[in-house]
């Protein structure tokens, strides 16, 4: 009886240690950087007149509805990212933020400047990149167009829907002016 039970027992054991393993599959985690990635590929291949070396500023997506004159913390995001993308695919890009000199502060030194009386005059670019923002139920549409700075013709062109879970935390809709736009 004993000898029964026992075995009962290992049998109970053995069969909770044979049963089966659920696999969970992680959610894929997209980045902004893969999105940025997408962008400045879909430039290059719809790109007409452009080439290796040539100049080119990339400003920040604005929001479409502001009239263009506001950004958010995720379109600075988005202009850096595509900054970093565009010179890796070898086109020399201009900062345009870059101050005359480096104020050096307790703070921290500093080479950049978002005010425009400290910037320096603006460099040659064969080409500039704008965008816009426009947010959906569900996502983020990002339109990006690459423009000769001379001619202002469109020579490239992107668009991607970014999901709106992966942009919550940059897309702060507390925006900010890029640009007074009040007439006196």
Same mark, same amino acid.
């Given at each position: ?84 993308? +565009?010179?890796?695919?070898? +086109? ?41 923002? /426009? ?43 890029? /640009? ?5």
């Amino acid at each position: 009886m004993k000898h029964m039970l026992v075995t009962l027992i290992g049998l109970v054991f053995l069969t909770a240690c044979s049963s089966p393993t659920l696999h969970r599959t992680a959610p894929v985690q997209v980045s902004v950087s893969e999105y940025s990635n997408q962008l400045a590929n879909q430039i290059l291949a719809s790109a007409r007149g452009v080439h290796a070396g040539d100049r080119v500023v990339v400003t920040s997506p604005v929001w479409l509805e502001s009239g263009m004159t506001e950004s958010s913390l995720f379109g600075l995001q988005l202009q850096q990212d595509l900054s970093a993308e +565009l010179h890796s695919m070898a +086109l020399n890009v201009i900062d345009f933020k870059l101050t005359d000199g480096i104020r050096v502060t307790p703070e921290g030194d500093f080479a950049l400047s978002t005010n425009y009386l400290e910037l320096r005059e603006l460099q040659a670019a064969d080409f500039i990149l704008v965008g816009t923002l /426009v947010n959906r139920d569900d996502s983020l549409l990002v339109s990006l167009r690459l423009l000769d700075f001379t001619s202002q013709v469109v020579v490239a062109t992107a668009q991607v829907a970014i999901p709106e879970t992966l942009i919550s935390d940059l897309s702060n809709r507390n925006s900010f002016k890029l /640009v007074n736009s009040d007439r006196q």
